[in-house]
């Protein structure tokens, strides 16, 4: 008879959320899972305050939330509602990066920089960090997944404010309005040198057409403009519905009079408007940037605007914020500028503030963000049918690991869906980080969630990989059965290996809940509740009772019991779930049992 008696108890760091969705009163599948999609606590952090705050959907402790620049007061009391908050303006790094450490969330502007050393100060505390408005350059988003903080933004309350800004700075512009304006409270009275030019027939090069890009030109047409844009990844349809033609970034910049800018800061944008750039505008082009400063190179536009080829720039935005006072650029007499005021309405500062105070508040929850910038976006109707299947992959995952024989070196994990759906039905993103999420936490000390988990298995160099086998069940459930195979590796627990040499698991959502369905070749049928204890022995009568009778003894109550067999008095496996975790005597004496030729003893 071969025993298992090295039982792995592999060490788990079971992270319990402070913060969790109000599951117990009214049970949401959708919350549980999503929340463990989301889970990255640390369960040794110290929490703060003492409210309880059950009854606004958290558990246990507010959360503490640090806003480092000026948010509007509803969105502040959303935020009241549930949490510690801490306004704390004009902080230095070093002052952000002490505080950040007993803050859950962290919620800034443009004004704050987020760096590598704020998600490293933050570690295991920082949970979500909210950009209140639409451009995150900001926020170091490679350190936010690295260390699985989620970031979100509020890409939508601000736009019409920004869309008045650039065209009140384009008029303003044209008709030398801020120029004029101090030349006059200076005692002048300059008119003939403050002839402006008129906007009407004008062509304007939009550059950017998203949001605010697209309401730039929407109210551009209305001043009968003839409105041009560029942007490699919008649609036609959409430009030609408000009349506006898409063109080349080369067409744009050779045929405009007017450029407005409204593209995000990227490695691709970063400087795009240059000295080659700026020598192919048409002579005497104005220039708007409510975008950001660093998509121009600011010494080339000094030297654009010294030789005439930009005859003005109205400018929101810069490169460094605020820009040094003796900036050549910032001083030309042919600038007009404003300190990154776009966003800057009463309204929209309003809107702004409510939208990230709620996407915060939702990602603290467990939430997924539909605002999320690191993680998938997945919609909710998507999340709401997949919420069973996420608590199956983590779980197939978990299970999957811990049939690995120590020492064996993990590499290759293959995670294979069948489903009645076609490739483009079926978003397994979720899914995938939860196995991830299921096979790494067992092992190591990080916490993997959505948005750390391809990271975290690269970075581990392990490689997932996917497959969709289509089968014929229903089309309305989004998955029939998920498998999960690790290839390589020896297993303690032999009968787990399939034919093709690696470990594997399947397992399916029944009436709602996880079901382990298959080992190895063996058919079995259990709920992935509680523990799990597999046997493989010979089959033959009195097993159930006699393995049943050892648990019952040692006071261990069995809740599922399967036995999946090759043919009648062959080989057998026996899957049982267990409440609790049985004492070493009571697994010493399955592995006694005669009949029993090797057994493990799983944690769900
Ligand atoms: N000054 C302010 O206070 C203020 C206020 C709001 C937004 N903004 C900034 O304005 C910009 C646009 O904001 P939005 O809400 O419209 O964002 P958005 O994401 O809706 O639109 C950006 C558009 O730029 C396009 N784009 C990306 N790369 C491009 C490229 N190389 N060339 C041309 N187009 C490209 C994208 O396809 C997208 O359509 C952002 O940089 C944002 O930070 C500034
Ligand atoms: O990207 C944005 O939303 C704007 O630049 C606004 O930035 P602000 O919140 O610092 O005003």
Known sequence: MLTNSKLSHVSFTNAIPIYRKLSHANPSKRSLAVNN?????DPTATSVGSSNSEDVGFLGEKPTILVSEKLGEA???????????????????????????????????????????VFEAGKGRLKVVGRAGVGIDN????????????????????????????????????????????????????????????????????????????????????????????DPYAPADRARA????????????????????????????????????????????????????????????????????????????????????????????????????????????????????????????GELSATAVNAPMVAPEVLSELAPYVVLAEKLGRLAVQLVCGGSGIKSVKVVYRSARGPDDLDTRLLRAMVTKGIIEPISNTIVNLVNADFI?????????????????????????????????????ASAIAEGGH????????????????????????SLQGNLILCRQVDQPGMIGRVGNILGEQNVNVSFMSVGRTSRRKKAIMAIGVDEEPNKQALDNIGAVPAIEEFVFLKL
């Open 503 to 526: 470990i594997s698991i399947d397992g399916k959502v029944k009436f709602g809940e996880p079901h382990l369905t298959c080992v190895g070749s063996f058919d079995v049928d259990v």
């Open 75 to 117: 969105g502040l009391n959303v935020l009241r509602s549930v949490g510690h908050v801490e306004c704390a303006y004009e902080l230095s790094q070093e002052e952000l990066c002490t505080k950040i450490s007993c803050c859950d969330a962290l919620i800034v502007r443009s004004g704050t920089k987020v760096t590598r050393e």
């Open 457 to 493: 298995a690269k970075q581990r160099g392990l490689r997932i990989s996917e497959e969709r086998v289509v089968v014929d069940s229903s089309p309305e459930l989004p998955v029939d059965s998920i498998q999960v195979q690790i290839s390589s590796v020896d297993s303690k627990f």
């Open 242 to 365: 408000i009349g506006v033609e898409l063109v080349s970034f080369a067409q744009a910049i050779a045929t405009a009079d007017f450029i407005s800018l409204h593209m995000p800061l990227t490695s691709t944008t970063n400087k795009i408007f240059n000295d080659d750039t700026f020598a192919k505008m048409k002579k005497g082009v104005r220039i708007v940037n409510v975008a950001r400063g660093g998509v121009i190179d600011e010494d080339a536009l000094v030297r654009a605007l010294d030789n005439g080829i930009v005859a003005q720039a109205a400018l929101d935005v810069f490169t460094e914020e605020p820009p040094s006072k003796d900036s050549k650029l910032v001083q030309h007499e042919n600038v007009t500028v404003t300190p990154h005021l776009g966003a800057s309405t009463k309204e929209a500062q309003e809107g702004v503030a409510i939208e990230i105070a709620e996407a915060v508040l939702g990602a603290l929850k």
């Open 37 to 41: 999609a989301l889970k990255t606590v």
């Open 139 to 230: 926020v170091d988003l490679q350190a936010a997944t690295e260390f699985g903080c989620l970031v979100v933004n509020a890409p939508t309350a601000n736009t019409i404010a920004a869309a008045e800004h650039g065209i009140a700075l384009l008029a303003a512009m044209a008709r030398n309005i801020a120029q004029a304006d101090a030349s006059t409270k200076a005692g002048k009275w300059q008119r003939s040198k403050y002839v402006g030019v008129s906007m009407v027939g004008k062509t304007l090069a939009v550059m950017g057409f998203g949001k605010v890009g697209s309401e730039v030109a929407r109210r551009a047409k209305g001043l009968g403009m003839h409105v041009i844009a560029h």
